[in-house]
């Protein structure tokens, strides 16, 4: 079993920024991926940024520029550096974890969220 902590997150005016992390502990062979997704109110969750081994990364169209996904190996933990902060970017952000066991076969974890809330 593996478990995700989430912390930051909280409430910023526009332009504003913030910093979450998430850890993973647990039974972990080797993780595939590690990112973060959104869900605001009213609308599905959504893809925000992904990294995954070998260093590759992925954005959404609407936080590219703005918002940074970096990772410590060593840690097992992901970063989301949020810069230029929007009131769209309020919502709920998870982390997400895919761990790579042997044989192939996959898992997927999430985190418990934190809101993120940005004021106009």
């Known amino acids: 079993q593996v478990q995700l902590v989430q912390s930051g997150g909280g409430l910023v005016q526009t332009g504003g920024s913030l910093r979450l992390s998430c850890a993973a502990s647990?039974?972990?062979?080797?993780?595939?991926?590690m990112g973060w997704y959104r869900q605001a109110v009213g609308k599905q969750r959504e893809l925000v940024a992904k990294?995954?081994?070998?260093?590759?990364?992925n954005y959404a169209d609407s936080v590219k520029g703005r918002f940074t996904i970096s990772r410590d190996n060593a840690e097992n933990t992901v970063y989301l550096q949020m810069n230029s902060l929007t009131p769209e970017d309020t919502a709920v952000y998870y982390c997400?974890?895919?761990?790579?066991?042997?044989?192939?076969?996959?898992?997927?974890?999430w985190g418990q969220g934190t809101q993120v809330t940005v004021s106009s």
């Open positions: 997400n974890v895919v761990v790579m066991v042997p044989a192939g076969r996959k898992y997927n974890y």
């Open positions: 647990g039974s972990i062979f080797s993780i595939d991926a």
């Open positions: 990294t995954i081994s070998g260093g590759s990364t």
